[in-house]
């Protein structure tokens, strides 16, 4: 039996296990998906524990994302993004023939494959990306190798800019420049906590528009105030369940070297969240 699981701290809360384990039980593997809680200075020998324990990969959440580049050999994107959430061990059934552990950061994927599930087209669109932490900087480099041009708009300004300036011909600043760049934009991502803990939003409802298409990293609730008041504006809304579970299904690709049953997956995912 292979395992698999999540390591953070806390995972308490983790939608991860029924949705892997969906997957497995719809493809017949024989599978555990298990969470693992080190304490927030262990990331690096946590993931040595796992490699010495023959885990078959891992997903990684806060606060290790960045931590566990130091046990990985990273792919490209993410160290542009600056962040690992996959790590796939060696001799396991996805890839095979490294000695050190592959990182990868699968939420970029998370964003292209919700915006492609829903007919949305991101090559040559003008993106809006609210937010410059994690989740602002997978959304930014994913939209910009997509073929979009990004904006990135931050409660501080300075952050990003600097953002920016790492991503191909992007532009930052405040959320000030937000009344300036959605009404134009195609694309839109939240990429903050804003409507998780409050029926709030980042975005002003009069800034919306029908030809925008909007995705709200917030997954729950599933309908935040900003995709309500993109409903009402005629556009098109994406709900962050969807951006949880392509990356999701990402990295049980990435680990199994199998199409991931995707509906399976959803199914157990949207159950989790009713």
Known sequence: MDVYGLIGNPVGHSLSPPMHEAGYEALGIDARYVTFEPAPDDAVRAIEGAAALGVAGLNVTIPFKRDVLAAVD??????????????????????????????????????????ER???????RDAVVVGAGG???AA?????????????????????????????????????TLDA?????????????????????????????????????VYAPTETRL??????????????????????VEAFERWTGEDAPVE???????????
């Not at 829903?118 to 040559?124: A, E, F």
């Not at 995709?227 to 999701?248: F, I, K, P, S």
């Not at 997956?265 to 949207?270: F, T």
Request: hydrophobic share 45%.
């Open 181 to 217: 760049q959605v009404p134009t934009a195609d694309v839109l991502v939240n990429a903050t906590s804003v409507g998780m803990e409050e029926d709030a939003t980042p975005v002003p409802a009069g800034l919306l528009h029908g030809d925008l298409a909007v995705l709200d990293a």
């Open 140 to 176: 930014a480099f994913a939209l910009a190798d997509a073929g979009a041009s990004v904006h990135v708009a931050n409660r501080t300004a300075e952050r990003a800019v600097e953002l920016a300036g790492e991503v191909p011909d992007a532009t930052g600043g405040g959320l000030d």
């Open 227 to 248: 995709l309500r008041d993109a409903a009402a504006a005629g556009a098109t809304t994406v709900e962050g369940a969807w951006m949880l579970l392509y990356q999701g």
């Open 118 to 124: 829903h007919d949305v087209p991101l090559d040559g």
């Open 135 to 137: 989740a602002g900087r």
């Open 74 to 115: 990273a792919d490209p994107l993410a160290e542009r993004i600056g962040a690992v959430n996959t790590v796939v061990f060696p001799d396991d059934g996805g890839e095979k023939g490294s000695e050190t552990p592959r990182g990868y950061n699968t939420d970029a994927a998370g964003v292209t494959r919700s915006f």
């Open 264 to 274: 399976e997956m959803n199914a157990a995912l949207r159950a989790e969240l009713a």
